[in-house]
């Protein structure tokens, strides 16, 4: 609070003084600012007497002494020779004493004053005095401390810089980052103690902002010299100096746009970009930027953006955000695009209604040059009868020039930035399947920040055997074609290892092998989750990736506690330990990337932790929703993926039994034996028995003949639909015969289970094969 009295009431030095413990002297506690000894100030005065202190203490009220006041005080001969001021207020409730001292020619004027009786009234409060590292500040003041570097701020000036109290870790590089890099030599030479002596300092400087040119800011501060273990401090305030640079000339205005147009990446950013420079010099009620193509104008910008303030002929040709109007309905405006020179109309012209209702009281059409033709129009209009003067000339002229190349640049990256976009989607699955008992939901987005980079962010839903289903995120290192590429051979990867049946540490581990092999510099993370959707049983595999996170149907969360492996791509010899999750009908699992939950200078344990309370404020009913929600507030300084499950549970549970088939004689009449049984625990006619066993005895013969190794026979029943699967350990498919002659021994059972089955297939499964058919069961 005494730095405050420094800084808004120009005091050169602030003391409290508090009573001791028998109430007759005033000790100093705390003082701010220069060295009480230049001003003949005491350390202790009586709480009863003739000083200044006693007499403010005593009666209760303030004291205004000047020099020649203060030339008949006993402290007067051991102070400067220049004149001073000095200030005594009781702090209310008799708690003590405030002492200022002002240099100034005129002491402590009204507002000085003001600030000095509120400063008193603050140190009264029982509440301890808030420190400069955390406590609360006005809204447009900072305190930074020399030394370390770390700076308190008001929120005002966090909004200035647009960043939230939860963004902000407290550092002045983290502000320094978002300055003008050309204003920064002088900001830094206000920051740096070695740069600065004690006194007011005063600077202006810019600081970037997400679209539009830099912001103008003001600071005001002092620099409060340290002491008794006190480091130096550098307190003022932040203002928004935008609003107050009415005297900037045109040059500069130029020079600003020009600026603000080599930062703009889109059609819409030079749009505002245009808007931001000239509409409030101008004055102008009415700007809008359109790009020529062929015979259209495609109005990007629009300011005001309301349709209800443009002409009747733009809202009947308007296309959803932006008009789209003919230039052949606008003949002044084609001729002034085929001339290339800014044409401006004062009013009450003689112009077509398209053109005269967007500035009645003057207009001024800027054709874009680019290249050698014609990038678009400018289209600026005034409601009130305007005079335009040979500078606003030259400023619209020099404005149109460099607005068409900013254009035509735009125009490129958008169309370079939709073919990555087209690129990066294709790598992607078109839609995800429809899952039994569960519903998945995911959205990728590419950064906002990397220019025309392709990210290597991905994620995939793979539907498996007996009700199971892979659930998989990844992220593979850069931004680049490389890591795109990568990206795709990745998921490619993981979804050919697990159709081929294996657990989900195989393949991952797998994964790995062959990304080792392909001997490429990039490495990838992955989450692999396995979960069987008839019992909510979850396996999960993390290979350098972030853990899932549920949210229970109760709407509380959990980062899930999963061992990890390395990225893939890094070590040969390394183990993909598996974690069991549990899921109840209702459990929302979500899986995402770095990118959404890891900011610049932020812990991104912090970012998973905004993550969860996110998704517990969610209402898991509308995945969609809720994936959109938890994209909203991503700051996309890189790609995002997410993936979402939301588990039911399945209405009808499949009945399900499995027998090892022995190389015996009589393997198949065991076979048969063992199905007959199960059918019949089941409720399976004989009709539907009988036509069962036969497909059961012609899979298991194929594969006792044909294969050597283990086989497996597994039955399965969904209401009335029996599927029959025999496993080996052969890769290689059963081929139906195009031909069999009558002589032929073999051939005919993959005909037969063809004819009697509704559908029959192979599948890969752990290194050889399953063959299944599916039979239509009838009562």
């Known amino acids: 609070m005494l730095e405050q009295a420094l800084v808004f009431a120009g005091a050169s030095f602030a003391g409290a003084y508090t009573p001791g413990d028998d109430g007759t002297v005033l000790r100093l506690a705390e003082w701010a600012g220069l060295p009480r000894t230049l001003y003949g100030l005491r350390d202790a005065y009586p709480a009863v007497g003739r000083s200044a202190a006693a007499e403010a ?20 001969r051991r102070t400067p020779s220049q004149e001073f001021w000095v200030a005594a207020l009781p702090v209310p409730g008799g708690a003590g004493l405030l002492v200022a001292v002002s240099e100034r020619d005129d002491g402590f004027g009204p507002e000085d004053r003001a600030c000095l009786d509120l400063v008193a009234r603050a140190i009264a409060l029982p509440a301890p005095l808030p420190d400069a590292d955390t406590g609360e500040l006005p809204a447009d003041a900072f305190s930074l401390a020399m030394d370390t570097g770390r700076i308190a701020v008001g929120d005002g000036i966090l909004d200035l810089f647009r960043m939230g109290r939860d963004e902000f870790d407290g550092k002045v590089e983290t502000l320094l980052g978002r300055t003008l890099p050309e204003d920064l030599p002088a900001l830094m030479s206000v920051v740096e103690a070695d740069h600065m002596s004690i006194g007011d300092r005063e600077l202006e400087f810019r600081i970037l902002q997400p679209s539009g040119p ?7 501060g002092r620099l409060v010299p340290g002491g008794e273990g006190r480091p130096a401090r550098l307190a003022g305030t932040v203002a928004d100096a935008s609003t107050l640079r009415s005297d900037v000339t045109d040059v500069t205005r130029v020079q600003q746009l020009a600026a603000a147009l080599a930062t703009a990446r889109t059609v819409r950013d030079v749009g505002q970009a245009v808007v931001s420079a000239l509409r409030e010099p101008l004055k102008a009620d009415r700007i809008a930027l359109a790009e020529l193509e062929n015979d259209r104008l495609v109005v990007t910008v629009l300011d005001p953006p309301e349709a209800e303030s443009w002409p009747e002929l733009w809202r009947s040709e308007w296309r959803s955000e932006w008009p789209d109007a003919p230039v052949r309905a606008m003949p002044t405006l084609a001729a002034a695009l085929r001339e290339g020179r800014a044409q401006i109309w004062p009013a009450r012209a003689a112009l077509e209604p398209a053109l005269a209702e967007v500035g009645p009281g003057g207009l001024a059409v800027l054709p874009l040059p680019a290249g050698g033709r014609m990038a678009g129009a400018c289209l600026i209009g005034w409601d009130a ?47 995800l399947p429809r899952l039994p008992g569960a519903e998945a939901v995911a959205r990728y987005l590419p950064t906002s920040e990397g220019g025309l980079e392709v990210g290597g962010d991905w994620y995939d839903v793979i539907p498996l055997s007996d009700n199971h289903v892979a659930l998989v995120i990844g992220d593979v290192q850069g931004h680049n074609a490389s890591a795109a590429a990568l990206m795709g051979q990745m998921r490619t990867a993981l979804r050919a290892y697990a159709a081929e049946g294996h657990t989900p540490d195989v393949v991952v581990s797998h994964a790995n092998r062959l990304l080792l092999d392909m001997e490429s510099d990039l490495f990838a993370t992955c989450c692999y989750v396995d979960v069987d959707l ?45 974690t069991q999750l549990s899921l109840r009908p209702g459990t929302l699992l ?33 995945l969609g929703l809720v994936a959109d929600t ?63 066993l036969l497909v059961v005895s012609e899979l298991v013969t194929n594969a006792l003949i044909h294969t050597d190794g283990p086989v497996r026979l597994d ?30 021994t073999g051939g005919r059972g993959i005909l037969l289970v063809e004819a009697v089955s509704s559908a029959w297939g192979t599948v890969p499964a752990s290194g050889g094969k399953q063959v299944w058919a599916d039979l239509v069961l009838t009562d």
């Not at 203490?57 to 007067?76: H, I, Q, S, V």
């Not at 500078?391 to 990256?413: I, Q, Y």
């Not at 959990?558 to 990890?564: S, V």
């Not at 991503?634 to 790609?639: E, L």
């Open 385 to 431: 009868p305007r005079d335009f003067g040979s500078d606003e000339r030259a400023l619209l002229t020099a404005s149109a020039g460099l607005a068409g190349e900013a254009l035509v640049r735009a125009h490129a990256f958008d169309a370079e930035h939709e073919l990555v976009g087209m690129l990066q989607r294709a790598l992607l699955p078109r839609r």
């Open 715 to 744: 039955l399965t029943l969904v209401d009335h639909r029996l599927r029959v699967a025999v496993a080996d350990a052969s890769p290689r498919s059963p081929v139906k015969p195009t031909n069999i002659g009558w002589e032929a």
């Open 534 to 578: 008839e019992d909510g049983t979850a396996w999960c595999v993390r290979a350098g990736h972030l853990p899932p996170v549920l949210r229970h149907p109760d709407g509380t969360t959990r980062i899930t506690e999963t061992e990890g492996g390395p990225p893939l791509g890094v070590l040969g010899r390394t183990e993909f330990p598996m």
């Open 214 to 220: 830099p912001k103008w800011l003001r600071l005001r």
């Open 57 to 76: 203490y005593g009666t209760g009220r303030p004291l205004w002494r000047g020099p020649d006041e203060l030339a008949g005080c006993p402290e007067a």
């Open 590 to 622: 979500a899986l995402t990337t770095d990118g959404l939950v890891e900011t610049p200078g932020a812990d991104i344990d912090d970012g998973m932790e905004r993550f969860a309370r996110d998704l517990a404020g969610s209402d898991p009913a509308h």
């Open 630 to 692: 938890l994209l909203g507030n991503a700051q996309r300084a890189d790609d995002v993926a997410l993936l979402l499950m939301r588990y039911d549970g399945m209405a009808v549970r499949p009945l399900r039994e499995s027998w090892t088939v022995w190389r015996v004689p009589e393997a198949a009449r065991h076979a048969r034996r063992f199905s007959r049984r199960t059918l019949r625990s089941w409720g399976v006619t004989d009709a539907g028995m009988d036509v069962a």
